[in-house]
């Protein structure tokens, strides 16, 4: 192939409007495998690129010697970070981290040269060949420790502090009250895209260079690796290439300056393609959480007072941090009125992998805590799981633990409600490898006990602190044909249906072009993250369209002297409410008619000092029910069923909506009971899909969706909410809560390890 | 590259480069490839040599070729003759690995982990090997000799592993954190030989090599009434579980402790033996 | 060190890979040999399904064969799927099925799916929902929790058993 193969979101969909279950325009190309991943770009006279790790954690760099790489028959290039020809750092929240380890690697997987070569294995025995000589030093791996440890990064190793004090400090200074305490623990998850980080890099004839890849957010990415390249961001252009799901471990950058310093230096394009193994290293993780909480309550369950220290470890680098334990911090104690709090929430730097983005970005940690505590409360007030979240369920004009009032919809009572009382269909199989266990045939039926909870999760969507969050898009409308140009990367999650959905409902037409998704000529997007992309770039696309659309009508209200209000779009024609005018839109657009438009949603503020302040945007709530079955000898677990309702303020694709709703809960079962990125010594353990286990079609149980609440929300286009991330934040709360209610354990660690339960029950029967 | 169309091209290439890379279903060797752990330098590939697919029986002997995949071992009339293989071979991996990896892999990667050892080891299993110099035939704790070790020399193939067909139940179980696709973190399979009146017991993921719980096999052999067909005791079921937990030598790594290794082997011990047996007496204490 | 050439089929067409690496594996020779990138490269040690072909009518994980081994043998691939001749033509039944209920997101775990259940579909029209879900456990998807999966399955099924009927 000559040339890089056509990326598939340039092409036509065939849309209908908001609300239907339209297909996917992609999802032909990806039946037939047409649909070019960024690990299926090729290119003439192609190299492949190779990226040398670190093996330590913490290590001083000595010497670097590249000689030996060099002389490999095939190698075109081998640089290091002296070869690094802008600035040498880069980062989402702050600059800390290498483009490649200068004299200190802090993680190990970090990178330290990086190779381009005439085939896989020619870049393998280079990399092998490079001599590196560590002094080896002792790497901080606690994160308890970090904050009074020697600092590894001349930043510290604090990365920040959020200490949100709410309400009356007092509050629960008083007899009367029922406290319930406890410390949780999150493991670190990977969000295992199954597409490995890959691209390409093409020199350009104008000293630029041309960047396929696949990434959440082109216009962030762009910015940075033009920095490192020291370029204009002109020269940098950045163009989506498929992407094999993302999850938040897109967000930051990977192999991309790597990719264009070696097409660079080679004046040839580079192909990089990490393995699995490398993509562990080559990524950012869910944080590890350490959790305490107490919670105070009157003794009819309302809550008085909600006490929480938060410790997430950031590993070696900030990357999106400091706003995970934003979240982490200010959705520490669920949907619930909380008239006072105190949450300290740190997040630090030791010598781990790095940890940054992924689905549900800090909620996912608290609210596992949060509903342990919640279900710990009602067993101590002898009180219905169900009536105390009832009870103290949010909703507007309520002020959250932020003091910002709730101003927008948020049907916490409903979500609850619906999916408590939703008849549950799980029956008993008698098939053997239905039963925990499955295929190890290791459980008869009366091994096996079963376990029931219901846990709520809450979310702000969008960024919030005052970021200044913007999408770009452009309408074209030409000969009766539209063009959607806009930077939102397609992950996976379906925004290129949307385009069409909306365009169709704004312009009336079945028929849309989407432009390729790229940095030239268009502004940023933001990123694919945060759920926020069917609100912003979903609410640029329709203002784009709407402002064509009132050229258009306006232009024939002029030539054909009607009213302007007399005219409406539809099927591909402007015509009068009256009936005396009906213009074919191609001929109304013979003279193209085009509009740019910049969308923005409301101004947010930063937090305060004691973490108060209206800082986001707007909310969602989720609520699981989980039915497990349990082997409690042996520790192994099936999840039976999960029934969901979610806080969805409108359903834009009900097809789509179910498949967020079903993959967002896979997820949250997996670092429920198996997922989960071993670290030790600062080393990852099980880099692999052998050995970091993601949930089979045998574990995955069929999701009852009981109900998607619409209640749509002010100010959002369609008044729809995002709807990506709830489903993983209260499904892996619900799947723990189910396990402690079939074993009576307290199971205060996610994910859920065999030993804890079987070792745990062992004990039990010792003790009974 | 040697693609073998008969056994003997199989060992007459291997004889000419005795360091040559034995392929067969290629699920553990080529991980290793992919990886760059190892370097394919001369490939013999054995897995369309006829004469190590399939099995026969000769009298009360059951002759595995080498290259029979684990879902040849699905078939029904293989299983009735040797239902813990079949029940394990099962649990190896997917669909896809589970119709090209074979029982001869699992023998030469020997990995602690693999699941037919524990099977092959009740059962005494012999493993068949052959090259250009002869034959020799190996009793299973001989060819399996350590951490991925195993006894074969430079230029010999694995032809065949013989397993007794014994008259009696069998079970095998397997733990792991995931309802499939999962390495095993223990397993255990236990067979009964009715006319030798013996319980034998194989043990998974436990130590280096696939072990016998030969104490607690003892103990359950005198205890079973063979007669009279009268099943073990609640008592009979505990004290074999804790010998055979006794038997295992665990580690701790990163996919289970050695605690709950010792643990499930026990528990897995005790369920087989009730669904071997069932089960008289007082409530398991 | 490089192989001699050698043959495979490939969708029906004969084709010939000259100047191979001793190493390579059947995804490998696929993808960036033969231009057919089709098979997905998800973890290349036969852990997620994505790289899943036929060969010789066997589902296998093409990561795991090592290519020069598989000489003179079919490989059928997704490309292959809508016809034999791998054009891309109407669409195979499992391929319409997945399109329209919804069982494609990012699209990546697709391929391999769609070879595994087009060959469960092969042996067992009318398959109950344990026998998919353990023909397709092989398969790792990460975004869709497999539910649209599942329905893809049973409408690509009655699809068949429609046309055959």
New interface residues.
């Given amino acids: 192939?000559s040339e890089v193969r056509a990326t598939q979101t340039r092409g036509r969909t065939r849309p209908s409007g908001i609300g239907e279950?339209v297909?996917?325009p992609?999802?032909?190309p990806?039946?037939?495998?047409?649909?070019?991943?960024s690990?299926?770009l090729?290119h003439d006279r192609m190299l492949w690129g190779g990226t040398l790790r670190s093996p330590h954690p913490s290590a001083r760099i000595s010497s670097i010697d590249v000689g030996p790489a060099v002389a490999v028959t095939g190698v075109h290039a081998v640089l290091t970070h002296s070869d690094v020809p802008g600035r040498a750092t880069f980062g989402l929240e702050h600059l800390d981290q290498s483009v490649l380890a200068g004299d200190v690697v802090r993680y190990a997987g970090e990178p330290v040269a990086i190779v381009a070569a005439d085939?896989?294995?020619t870049v393998?025995r280079a990399l092998d060949a490079i001599q590196v000589e560590y002094e080896v030093t002792e790497p901080l791996v606690d994160p308890s420790r970090a904050e009074t440890a020697t600092p590894i990064h001349p930043d510290g190793n604090l990365i920040r502090r959020i200490h949100l004090r709410h309400g009356d400090p007092s509050a629960a200074d008083r007899e009367g009250l029922v406290t319930v305490e406890g410390t949780y623990e999150v493991g670190m998850q990977d969000?295992?895209?199954?597409?490995?980080e890959s691209g390409l890099a093409v020199p350009a004839a104008d000293g630029g260079v041309d960047l396929f890849i696949a990434t959440q957010w082109l216009h962030v990415d762009r910015d940075q690796v033009a920095d490192c390249l020291g370029m204009d961001p002109d020269l940098v252009r950045l163009t989506l290439a498929?992407?094999?799901?993302?999850?938040g471990a897109r967000e930051d950058l990977s192999l991309h300056v790597h990719l264009c310093m070696l097409a660079l230096y080679t004046g040839r394009p580079v192909k990089m393609?990490y393995?699995?193994?490398e993509s562990f290293h080559g990524h950012v993780h869910r944080h590890p959480a350490r959790m305490w909480y107490r919670h105070h309550a009157e003794p009819d369950g309302t809550l008085v007072r909600v006490e929480a220290r938060l410790l997430l470890d950031g590993g070696a680098y900030a990357s999106s941090s400091g706003a995970v334990i934003a979240n982490a911090t200010c959705f520490a104690a669920g949907p619930y009125r909380v008239p006072s709090a105190d949450v300290d929430g740190v997040v630090v730097r030791t010598n781990n992998p790095p940890c940054g983005a992924m689905r549900g970005f800090g909620a996912v940690q608290t609210c596992m805590a949060h509903e342990a505590q919640m279900d710990r409360l009602a067993t101590a007030l002898d009180m219905d799981p169900i009536d105390l979240r009832l009870k103290n369920a949010l909703a507007p004009g309520d002020r959250l633990l932020t003091g910002q009032v709730l101003t927008g919809t948020l049907p916490v009572a409903e979500v609850i409600r619906t999916c408590a009382e939703h008849p549950s269909a799980a029956v008993r199989s008698d098939?053997p490898?239905?039963r925990?266990?499955?295929?190890?045939?290791?459980a008869?039926a009366d091994?096996v006990v079963r376990g029931e909870a219901l846990a709520v999760g809450f979310k702000n969507l969008m960024f919030s602190e005052g970021f200044d969050d913007s999408s770009a898009a452009r309408c074209e409308l030409r000969d009766g044909v539209v063009t959607i140009t806009c930077a939102c990367a397609e992950?996976?999650?379906?925004f290129v249906t949307l385009i069409g959905q909306i365009t169709s409902e704004v312009l009336g037409v079945d028929e849309v072009v989407l432009a390729p998704v790229e940095t030239t000529g268009i502004g940023s997007a933001g990123s694919t993250s945060a759920s926020r992309q069917s609100w912003m770039s979903g609410g640029a696309v329709q203002k784009a369209c709407e402002e064509v659309r009132a050229a258009v009508v306006a232009r024939v209200a002029v030539t054909h002297d009607v009213p302007v209000d007399d005219l409406v779009l539809v099927e591909g024609r402007v015509e009068s409410l009256s009936g005396s005018v009906s213009v074919d839109l191609a001929e109304a657009t013979a003279e193209p008619l085009s509009a740019d438009v910049v969308y923005r949603h409301a101004p947010t503020s930063p937090l305060d000092h004691d973490g108060q302040g209206d800082a986001h945007v707007s909310f969602a709530v989720s609520a699981h029910r989980a039915i497990v079955d349990v082997d409690p000898?042996?520790?192994?677990v099936?999840v039976v069923e999960l029934t969901t309702s979610q806080d969805v303020g409108r359903v834009l694709n009900p097809?789509?909506a179910?498949?967020q709703l079903?993959?967002?809960?896979?997820?949250g079962v997996g670092l429920a009971?198996?997922e989960e990125v071993?670290v030790?010594g600062g080393r990852i353990?099980?880099a692999?899909?052998?050995?970091y286990?993601?949930?089979?079609?045998?574990?995955?149980p069929?999701?009852e969706i009981a109900a998607l609440i619409e209640q749509p929300e002010p100010g959002a286009p369609f008044g729809a909410k995002g709807i990506g991330e709830p489903p993983c934040i209260s499904s892996t709360a619900a799947v723990v809560g189910a396990l402690r209610h079939a074993t009576g354990l307290e199971l205060a660690r996610v994910p859920v390890?065999?030993?804890d339960i079987?070792?745990a029950e062992?004990q039990a029967g010792v003790d009974r | 590259m040697t693609i073998a169309l008969t056994l003997d091209d199989a060992c007459a290439a291997l004889a000419a480069d005795p360091t040559a890379t034995v392929l067969a279903g290629g699920t553990d060797l080529m991980v290793q490839v992919n990886r760059g752990d190892h370097s394919i330098g001369n490939v013999v590939a054995i897995d369309r040599v006829p004469e190590l697919r399939g099995w026969t029986r000769e009298g009360d002997v059951l002759r595995i070729g080498a290259g029979m995949t684990y879902a040849d071992m699905a078939d029904p009339g293989f299983g009735a003759l040797a239902p813990a293989l079949g029940q394990a071979a099962r649990t190896v991996g997917s669909p896809q690995i589970r119709a090209t990896g074979t029982i001869g892999g699992n023998l030469a990667t020997a990995s602690p982990a693999g699941d037919m050892l524990p099977v092959l080891v009740a059962l005494d299993a012999v493993v068949e090997l052959r090259s250009s110099d002869g034959e020799r035939h190996l009793p299973l704790d001989e060819f399996v000799v350590g951490v991925k070790a195993n006894a074969l020399s430079a230029g010999e193939l694995i032809v065949a592993v013989r397993v007794p067909v014994l008259h009696g139940p069998q079970e095998f179980m397997k733990v792991g954190p995931r309802n499939a696709m999962v390495i095993s973190v223990a397993s255990l399979a236990l067979v009964v030989d009715p006319f030798g009146r013996t319980v034998r017991v194989g043990l998974g993921s436990v130590a280096p090599v696939p072990l016998r719980a030969t104490e607690a096999e003892v103990m359950i052999g005198g205890r079973i009434d063979w007669e009279g067909g009268r099943p073990p005791t609640a008592g009979d079921v505990d004290r074999f579980g804790q010998l055979v937990a006794d038997a295992a030598r665990p580690i701790d790594d990163h996919r289970g402790t050695a605690a709950y290794r010792r643990h499930v082997v026990g528990v897995m011990a005790r369920r087989a033996l009730v669904r071997a047996f069932g089960m008289v007496g007082e409530e398991a204490a | 060190m490089r192989t001699d050439p050698y043959r495979l089929t490939v969708n029906g067409r004969p084709v010939e890979v000259i100047d191979g690496h001793a190493g390579e594996s059947l995804l490998f020779v696929l993808r960036e040999r033969l231009g057919l990138p089709g098979s997905k490269n998800a973890c290349e040690e036969g852990e997620c399904g994505s790289c899943s072909v036929l060969l010789d009518g066997d589902l296998v994980c093409s990561c795991l064969v090592l290519a020069a081994a598989a000489a003179d043998r079919d490989v059928a691939t997704v490309e292959g799927l809508s016809d034999a001749g791998g054009e891309v033509g109407p669409l195979a039944y499992v391929q319409r099925a997945f399109v329209e209920a919804g069982a494609v997101q990012c699209g990546f775990c697709t391929p391999g799916l769609l070879m595994a259940v087009d060959a469960l579909l092969c042996e067992e029209p009318d398959p109950d929902d344990l026998t998919v879900r353990e023909a397709i456990s092989g398969n790792l998807c990460r975004c869709t929790g497999y539910g649209r999966i599942l329905e893809a399955v049973d409408r690509a099924a009655a699809m068949r058993r429609e046309a055959c009927s």
């Avoid at chain 1, 498929?242 to 999850?247: C, N, S, W």
């Avoid at chain 1, 000898?633 to 192994?636: A, E, F, N, T």
């Avoid at chain 1, 079903?662 to 997820?667: L, S, V």
């Fill in positions: 192939m279950s297909r996917r992609d999802a032909i990806k039946v037939t495998g047409a649909f070019a991943f690990s299926d090729r085939h896989p294995d393998r969000q295992a895209f199954l597409g490995p498929g992407v094999g799901g993302a999850f393609v393995s699995r193994h098939e490898m239905t925990p266990g499955g295929a190890g045939r290791t008869d091994h992950v996976g999650q379906g000898d042996l520790g192994l099936r097809v789509q179910v498949g079903e993959g967002g809960a896979a997820q009971v198996m071993l030790d353990r099980n692999s899909f052998t050995d286990l993601v949930p089979t079609a045998l574990d995955m069929p999701v390890r065999p030993a079987a070792l062992a």
